[in-house]
């Protein structure tokens, strides 16, 4: 099978482009390659410099595709609120660009990724996927990466018009692990806490988080969303949506707490204003791919382990 996976050398293409590979498929990666992590990918895997924005070499080197694998969005909250703008342009000709590739060489199977940002605040939590979606203000730049994962599951559902076409829609909740960037809650608050105890004593620190930390989060491990997917890409319901992730919430404070012990020191919270538009809680109902038949492992405690200390190493070594 021929795997085509846009912005696949991203932290969750990287890792699902070489999962995929060692399972036997042939897989190729279409990608800027802006965030440069092309270097922890297989080697067997064919890397393509392509824009998703760029039509005419999207459709051109998406020929020949059994499975086609849509991941290319700009992440990162800091992207949301400075450059909506194009967080928005990738996100809109993105979508376009790929239906117009497995329409016209009507490929077997296309797999969406959306996000859990789509729920904003949800009204239950755990938060199944028949949740309603929403933007609740569109005067915040925020919603400009949940306003474009929205409408990406709309045109995926409405404008892949060929039936023979079997359409998969995933939303990740929360996934982390080592090398994920340094936009994301996990390392922002492990950079946090490694600078800030470089300028105190015996190992004491003080951060400041956005918040009163009461806010929740279900955290997935990179090596236990990967699973989940393969899973969808082999098993998932033609127009269906799943939530990808693990149904445990923890506090933001809590967190916080486990890093600074992970990294054997003493912490103090200062607690400030929260951005507007931040979820109070985000926990998935997971319950739609168990009943497929998934067996569903929780590698949290030894997955933030390892990631917090990739993390010190890496900081160490920036010389942050």
Same mark, same amino acid.
């Given at each position: ?90 996100? @809109?000709? =993105?979508?376009?660009?790929?239906? #117009? ?5 009507? *490929? /077997? +199977?296309?797999?969406? $990724? !959306? ?59 929360? @996934?982390? =692990?080592?090398?994920?960037?340094? #936009? ?5 608050? *492990? /950079? +946090?806490?490694?600078? $800030? !105890? ?80 931040? $979820? ?41």
């Amino acid at each position: 099978m021929n795997v085509l996976i846009t912005g696949g050398s991203g932290f969750l293409g990287t890792n699902l482009s070489n999962f995929i590979s060692k399972k036997g498929f042939n897989v190729k990666i279409l990608d800027n390659f802006s965030r440069n992590m092309h270097k922890n990918i297989n080697s067997e895997i064919e890397l393509i410099d392509c824009d998703v924005r760029d039509k005419e070499n999207l459709i051109k080197y998406s020929k020949n595709t059994d499975i086609f694998i849509h991941l290319a969005f700009v992440n990162g909250t800091r992207y949301f609120y400075e450059n909506p703008e194009l967080v928005l342009d990738v996100g @809109i000709k =993105g979508i376009l660009n790929s239906i #117009e590739c497995i329409n016209t060489h009507n *490929i /077997k +199977k296309f797999i969406l $990724a !959306s996000s859990s940002e789509v729920y904003n605040e949800p009204n239950q939590v755990p938060t199944n996927e028949n949740e309603i979606i929403k933007i609740p203000d569109v005067l915040n730049p925020r919603f400009s990466y949940s306003g474009g994962k929205i409408i990406s599951e709309i045109l995926t559902i409405n404008s892949a018009n060929q039936k023979e076409i079997e359409k998969i829609i995933f939303r990740p909740h929360n @996934i982390f =692990g080592k090398n994920m960037g340094e #936009e994301h809650v996990i390392p922002e608050l *492990i /950079k +946090k806490i490694y600078i $800030a !105890s470089k300028y105190f004593k015996e190992n004491n620190c003080t951060i400041e988080i956005q918040g009163n930390g009461s806010q929740t989060r279900a955290f997935c491990y990179i090596d236990d969303a990967i699973d989940q997917i393969f899973f969808l890409i082999k098993n998932g319901k033609n127009n269906n949506v799943y939530n990808v992730g693990i149904n445990n919430e923890i506090s933001i404070l809590d967190l916080a707490k486990k890093i600074a012990s992970i990294l054997k020191i003493d912490l103090k919270i200062e607690i400030t204003e929260n951005r507007i538009g931040s $979820a109070k809680r985000r926990c998935p109902d997971i319950e739609k791919i168990i009943n497929l038949g998934f067996n569903l492992e929780n590698n949290f405690e030894q997955g933030l382990i390892s990631t917090v200390n990739w993390y010190k190493e890496y900081y160490l070594n920036k010389n942050v």
